[in-house]
């Protein structure tokens, strides 16, 4: 595996406007995204043992680690040319104590706030 996989949530509009944003700073062809939706279920249950996909981002490194949440930020942040001086930022000690609550609470808000698209394959 050459590319790090991500697993987002396609009926989220906050998560697919990131993703279309991030795939654009993705100079280096280095991130394959894949909603959630089209995950077969061993995968998902097999996932399902870190949190549950549907509730945070996800990622498979291709060094074979499983990123969830504010590590995927992070980790996304720094492959990507353009947002590497924030990636850097928020691998500082303190950032991981502000980072994975502020994600939490974005997270478990993100349909109240952006609703819910259908995801039909797009």
Request: with cysteine; glycine share 2%.
């Amino acid at each position: 595996m050459d590319k790090h996989i991500v697993f987002f949530d396609a009926e989220c509009p906050l998560c697919r406007t990131m993703k279309a944003v991030l795939k654009q700073l993705d100079w280096n062809n280095a991130i394959l995204w894949h909603p959630v939706q089209e995950v077969r279920e061993s995968v998902r249950e097999q996932a399902n043992c870190y949190k549950n996909m549907y509730d945070e981002i996800y990622m498979f490194t291709k060094d074979k680690q499983m990123l969830t949440g504010f590590n995927t930020i992070r980790k996304i942040l720094v492959l990507l040319p353009p947002t590497l001086p924030l990636a850097l930022l928020l691998y500082l000690p303190f950032a991981a104590r502000i980072g994975n609550p502020a994600y939490r609470f974005v997270s478990k808000r993100r349909y109240q706030w952006f609703g819910r698209i259908p995801y039909n394959n797009q």
